[in-house]
C-alpha cells in the first residue's frame, strides 16, 4: 500500500502546503487503492475518477499560483450516497433510485468543493439508511475490513469501511440514529455527530427529518475536527441550521492531546492533569446488562485514562434512556413515511407501470414502489403510516413524542451535573453477515446507545478505545450538551492521546496488498 495512504488527513495537508506532494499524487493514490480493493469490501457504489482528478489538479494550479487554501485543500473526501451530487449518481443504496442525477450539489457538498476537496466517490450504505449493518444495501453489503465475514455497522458502512480500509483519509456520513457513530465504533474509526444544526442538511435525502444530521468519519479526532470546520456553518437553505460560529475544533483538539502528551503514557502526576476540573458521567443504563464482555472491559480501561488525566468520574442515571429505543422506532418510520412519499414513480428515478389491469397514477406508484424498496424500507413504511394513522396518532406517536421530551430533560439534568457524559458506542463488537437479519429487534438494539443523541439533538463522538476479547474494535461514545461540540472534541483529544497509539494502525487493511 502506497504509504501516503496511511497518514491522517492533517499530515497529508500539511506535506500538501509544505509542497512535498500534490493533490493529484495524493488523489491517484487513494483511487488505485479504491479500485484495487472495492471488489472486497463493497464501500463504494460510485468512483468519479475524471472528477476527482480534476478538482486535484485545480487545487494543485491554485496552490501553485500562490492563491489562499483551505486546511484540507487537496486531501481526497469521499460522501454518502444520500448526498446529493450534480451530475453524479445519488442512488440512497436503493434500486427506486438507480440511475438518477441530481440537478444540484448538497450544501455539504458545495462546501467540500470549494475547500478544494477532491469527491472521490459515494460510499455504500443501507437502503436511505435504515439499517445498523449495511446488509440492507440493493447494491450488496459492504464488508467490515477488520474481518470481511463481518458487518461494518449501519447505515453508514460504506464510510466507515472506506476510511478503515484506508480508500480514503476523510469520508461523509449521515447520522439519524447512530449511523456514523455505530459504524465507526465496529470499524476502528472515529465519527461525529454535531449538534442538530451545526451542519446543514440541505440536499441530504431526508430520512426523519427531525433526527437525521450530517457529520465527518475519520481516522482520528483531530481530522473529525478539521472536517467539521469544513462542513459546518449557517445556511440559509436549511430552516434548522443555526446561525452561530464555528469553533476552531482542530486546535481545540491540538491542544488537548499536547496536554495530556500525546504518545505517551498516561500523565500520573498532580502536575500534569489537562482534564483538572473537568466532570465526566458515566450513563448507568448504557454500560450494563446486554453489553459484551470485552466491550465494558475496554470502556472500563478507557475511563480510567480520562480519570489519569485528572478527570472527575461520577456515574450518572437517565432513566428515560430505557424507553428512547422504543420511542425512536416510532418517530423515525413515522417521518420517513412521509420522506419517502415522494418516491412515486413519477419525479424521481425508477418508473414501473402494472402488466395487468389499468394504468393509472396509483397502480404505477404501487408497482414503482414495490419493484423499487427493500424488504426494510417497505416494513418501516409500513409502520410509520399506521403509527400516524388515524385513531393510532396518540397512542403511538404522541406517546413517543413524550418520551423523547423526557430524553431531553435527562440530558439536561444530567448536564447540570457533569460536562459530558461517556458509555461504550454499541453493546456488541461487529457481528457476522446475516446473524441478525431475521431478527429486526436485535438489529434495532445495536443503536440503544447511540439514539438518545439524536432525540435530544446533542452532539455525540465515537473513538475507538481498544480491543475486544475477540480481536475487534471497541468504540468509546462522549455525549456532550447542544452547541457543545468544542466540549466533545476537547475531551475525546485528550482521551485518543492518553490511549496512545490510534487503533486503525492494527486493522489488517493496513497490511493488505492491493493485487491480493
Request: aromatic share 6%.
Amino acid at each position: 500500500m502506497n504509504e501516503l495512504l496511511t497518514k491522517s488527513a492533517l499530515e497529508l495537508a500539511d506535506m500538501l502546503a509544505a509542497g512535498q506532494i500534490t493533490s493529484v499524487e495524493l488523489t491517484q493514490a487513494c483511487l488505485e487503492r479504491i479500485h484495487a480493493v472495492n471488489e472486497r469490501v463493497n464501500a463504494f457504489l460510485y468512483v468519479d475518477d475524471a472528477g476527482a482528478l480534476a478538482a486535484a489538479r485545480d487545487v494543485d494550479a491554485r496552490r501553485a499560483a500562490g492563491e489562499p487554501l483551505g486546511r484540507l485543500a487537496g486531501v481526497p473526501v469521499a460522501v454518502k450516497d444520500n448526498m446529493v451530487t450534480q451530475g453524479k449518481p445519488t442512488t440512497c443504496a436503493s434500486k427506486i433510485l438507480e440511475g438518477w442525477l441530481p440537478p444540484y450539489d448538497a450544501t455539504v457538498v458545495t462546501r467540500l468543493r470549494e475547500a478544494g476537496m477532491p469527491i472521490v466517490g459515494k460510499t455504500n450504505m443501507d437502503e436511505f439508511a435504515m439499517g445498523s449493518s449495511t446488509e440492507h444495501s440493493a447494491f450488496g453489503p459492504t464488508r467490515n475490513p477488520w474481518d470481511l465475514g463481518r458487518i461494518p455497522g449501519g447505515s453508514g458502512g460504506g464510510s466507515a469501511a472506506a476510511v478503515g480500509a484506508y480508500m480514503v483519509p476523510l469520508a461523509l456520513g449521515s447520522d439519524t440514529g447512530g449511523s456514523i457513530r455505530q459504524p465507526a465504533a465496529v470499524t476502528g474509526t472515529v465519527g461525529v455527530k454535531p449538534t442538530y444544526g451545526a451542519v446543514s442538511r440541505y440536499g441530504l435525502v431526508a430520512m426523519a427529518s427531525s433526527l437525521d444530521q450530517i457529520g465527518p468519519v475519520a481516522r482520528t479526532v483531530a481530522d473529525a475536527a478539521a472536517l467539521q470546520e469544513v462542513i459546518g456553518g449557517y445556511d440559509p437553505y436549511d430552516s434548522t441550521s443555526l446561525n452561530e460560529p464555528v469553533p476552531s475544533f482542530e486546535r481545540i483538539v491540538s491542544d488537548a492531546a499536547s496536554a495530556a502528551g500525546r504518545g505517551t503514557d498516561a500523565p500520573s502526576s498532580s502536575e500534569n492533569t489537562p482534564l483538572a476540573g473537568v466532570r465526566i458521567g458515566v450513563v448507568k443504563e448504557l454500560s450494563g446488562e446486554g453489553y459484551q464482555a470485552g466491550v465494558l472491559a475496554s470502556f472500563r480501561c478507557a475511563v480510567d485514562v480520562l480519570r489519569a488525566l485528572g478527570a472527575e468520574v461520577v456515574e450518572v442515571s437517565c432513566p428515560s434512556f430505557d424507553y428512547a429505543l422504543a420511542a425512536y422506532y416510532l418517530i423515525m418510520p413515522a417521518e420517513a413515511s412521509s420522506n419517502l412519499a415522494r418516491f412515486d414513480g413519477m419525479r424521481y428515478g425508477m418508473r414501473v407501470e402494472p402488466t395487468e389491469g389499468p394504468v393509472t397514477a396509483e397502480t404505477v406508484m404501487a408497482a414503482t414502489r414495490e419493484a423499487g424498496f427493500g424488504d426494510e424500507v417497505k416494513r418501516r413504511i409500513i409502520l410509520g403510516t399506521h403509527v400516524l394513522s388515524a385513531g393510532y396518532y396518540d397512542a403511538y406517536y404522541g406517546s413517543a413524542q413524550k418520551v423523547r421530551t423526557l430524553v431531553q430533560r435527562d440530558f439536561a439534568q444530567a448536564f447540570a451535573q457533569v460536562d459530558v457524559l461517556v458509555s461504550p458506542t454499541a453493546p456488541t463488537t461487529a457481528f457476522a453477515f446475516g446473524e441478525k437479519m431475521d431478527d429486526p429487534m436485535a438489529m434495532y438494539l445495536n443503536d440503544i446507545a447511540t439514539i438518545p443523541a439524536n432525540l435530544a439533538g446533542v452532539p455525540g463522538l465515537s473513538l475507538p478505545s481498544g480491543l475486544a476479547e475477540d480481536g475487534l474494535p471497541v468504540g468509546f461514545q462522549v455525549l456532550a450538551p447542544a452547541q457543545g461540540d468544542d466540549v466533545m472534541y476537547r475531551i475525546a483529544g485528550a482521551l485518543e492521546a492518553g490511549l496512545g497509539t490510534p487503533l486503525a494502525a492494527s486493522s489488517p487493511a493496513a497490511q493488505w496488498e492491493e493485487n491480493a
